[in-house]
């Protein structure tokens, strides 16, 4: 073939490969394109053409980046001409193309031809990788998990009648994972979160998305065939973490909204706050850590919004008052101290903690709910000590969400001394269910109360995570143990309920703890307080939680009759 007639077929083959990389309003047509460069590649006796795609001017320094071969005859050859091409994004593609020796060296003009080639095929690729990478930016969060745009992306996409027909959606949370982390280091932790990721990918397949919110928050749906066994995954799925095959059990909460057929949505926001709201309630875990979506979750979000509108006003207005129910010596009598409780009053009308509590720990509000409460003790008790009044030991309960706090120790004790209140009549009571903090944290506040002289008791003892770990790495004052472990008024001193109530009291004040416990309703359960030499007692039997009038007057008389 002369050379003007392989300029002839030359523009006839490129005429094609310039209309089929220049649309891009339509999808390319990729192996129509490689058949061309592969065909003028073949014109010009070339035996091989390699392509390097760098995202950033590091990446080719590294030697890093995507390499495709474009083209290949498996001769040996040497490279004849190259084109670097850098895009305004500063990403770069290079193109080197290879020759036998043994072929007819590339005349200027041929030269020319395969330059032409070269550069349009590299501003494809520019162009085809960026859109990758936008594409990539948009969908994808830094760590290689789909963002909340994919999952919009695909509720809109799906969002056609019966486009959710026989779909299920869930939010879930990894449980505990900042313990998974303390326990085997943050880089096998991203490993563990990635590997149960890949796994939920695998489970749902093409017929559904999993994408993460944020830290170990995720959100997907799937086919309702799919959803059993995700669920079990879900529920309780071991994950590996390193070479070696270790492995770890991860649990989850989980809120799930099975779609109804034939359902559409107005935005997004009417399948994600569903299955968020189910997954809050199913976090707390008072109802069990699966909760399906009904429409009395609703009215329950609703209710949530109005308190968290009104709580700064409730503030404001002081609508949050002191209730304190009498902590009691079973010896004798006396009341040794009293535990603050928060009771909402709006309107003459009762909110029940049970009902704004849980609202408030969802936000940062109940940490200024703790710190107006502690106040509110400090200015009580600093009006008794004026008034020549007897004064006992008050615990005050601090939320979880303040662990993390730096500055936790210099506000309780700003509160306290600009209330001029000496520390020992303050006791900080902290929730022992608390299993998604560090001991290291924990122990630094209560380390640093004590020094203060501030009093500091664990909660709830007995309901958590490690509770006798609490007790080994954490130097508490009190041991509050929770009502579960009291024995009922009918069991023997053999039943289960009564030999682990006699062995925490008696592990208590082996460790030199005071030990109360809470829920005391009866004169049998008293009874058995004694017996097992249990000090104090808090509960109906002695009085409900009372408004501080109230209180003062029993404080006065200072004995109950027993």
């Known amino acids: 073939m002369n050379i003007d007639d392989r300029a002839i077929q030359f523009y006839k083959l490129y005429e094609q490969l310039a209309s089929a990389t220049a649309n891009i309003n339509k999808a390319p047509d990729v192996k129509l394109i490689e058949s061309l460069l592969n065909q003028i590649a073949a014109l010009f006796r070339l035996s091989k053409g390699v392509t390097r795609f760098y995202r950033n001017p590091a990446e080719e320094?590294?030697?890093?980046?995507?390499?495709?071969?474009?083209y290949d005859t498996g001769v040996e050859g040497v490279p004849v001409h190259s084109v670097r091409f850098v895009t305004r994004l500063m990403s770069i593609s290079t193109m080197t193309v290879y020759m036998s020796p043994e072929e007819t060296p590339l005349s200027e003009e041929e030269l020319r031809y395969v330059d032409?080639?070269?550069?349009?095929?590299l501003a494809y690729v520019s162009r085809n990788r960026l859109q990758d990478i936008a594409e990539s930016l948009a969908f994808f969060d830094d760590s290689g998990y789909r963002n909340t745009r994919s999952f919009y992306y695909y509720?809109?996409?799906?969002?056609?009648?019966?486009?959710?027909?026989?779909?299920?959606?869930?939010?879930?949370?990894?449980?505990?994972?900042s313990l998974v982390n303390e326990e085997i280091g943050r880089e096998n932790g991203d490993r563990v979160m990635k590997n149960h990721y890949n796994q939920v990918e695998k489970l749902i397949g093409n017929n559904g998305i999993v994408a993460r919110l944020g830290g170990d928050n995720f959100v997907c749906i799937c086919d309702s065939c799919d959803f059993p066994e995700l669920l079990s995954f879900l529920s309780e799925g071991l994950v590996s973490y390193d070479d070696s095959g270790d492995i770890l059990k991860i649990r989850t909460s989980i809120g799930v909204f099975v779609i109804p057929d034939n359902f559409t949505t107005t935005t997004p926001i009417d399948i994600m706050g569903r299955i968020i709201a189910a997954e809050r309630i199913a976090q707390s875990g008072k109802h069990g850590h699966l909760i399906y979506y009904d429409g009395n979750l609703?009215?329950?979000?609703?209710?949530?919004?109005?308190?968290?509108?009104?709580?700064?006003?409730?503030?404001?207005?002081?609508?949050f008052h002191v209730y304190y129910q009498p902590k009691v010596n079973t010896a004798n009598g006396e009341i040794s101290g009293a535990e603050a409780l928060c009771r909402w009053i709006r309107d003459g009308e009762v909110i029940s903690p049970a009902d704004f509590i849980p609202v408030l720990e969802e936000t940062n509000d109940i940490c200024k709910l703790d710190f107006y409460m502690l106040d509110k003790v400090c200015r009580n008790i600093r009006q008794w000590l004026d008034q020549g009044r007897r004064v006992v030991r008050v615990s005050v309960n601090l939320s979880r969400k303040h662990i993390m706090d730096s500055r936790l120790l210099d506000n309780i004790?700003?509160?306290?001394?600009?209330?001029?209140?000496?520390?020992?009549?303050?006791?900080?009571?902290?929730?022992?269910?608390n299993t998604d903090i560090g001991f290291r944290d924990l122990k630094l506040v209560v380390s640093g109360l004590q020094s203060a002289h501030i009093y500091t008791s664990v909660d709830d003892f007995g309901m958590g995570y490690s509770s006798l770990n609490l007790l080994r790495v954490i130097p508490w004052n009190v041991l509050k143990v929770d009502r579960s472990f009291l024995p009922l008024d009918d069991e023997d001193a053999d039943s289960i309920r009564s030999i682990m109530f006699k062995h925490v009291v008696s592990m208590a004040k082996e460790l030199g703890l005071e030990c109360i416990v809470e829920g005391v309703e009866t004169p049998a359960q008293l009874d058995t307080h004694r017996e097992n030499n249990c000090d104090l007692a808090q509960g109906y039997?002695?009085?409900?939680?009372?408004?501080?009038?109230?209180f003062v007057t029993r404080l006065d008389k200072r004995l109950y009759e027993l």
Do not use: C
């Open 61 to 70: 320094k590294s030697g890093g980046g995507e390499t495709m071969i474009s």
């Open 116 to 121: 032409l080639t070269m550069r349009t095929a």
């Open 155 to 177: 509720i809109e996409w799906k969002n056609h009648p019966g486009g959710f027909d026989n779909k299920v959606a869930l939010n879930y949370n990894l449980r505990h994972f």
């Open 298 to 319: 609703s009215a329950q979000k609703d209710k949530s919004m109005r308190i968290q509108q009104r709580f700064q006003e409730a503030i404001t207005n002081e609508e």
């Open 413 to 433: 004790i700003g509160i306290i001394d600009r209330n001029n209140v000496p520390h020992e009549y303050i006791e900080i009571e902290l929730t022992e269910t």
């Open 541 to 550: 039997l002695f009085d409900k939680p009372l408004p501080v009038d109230e």
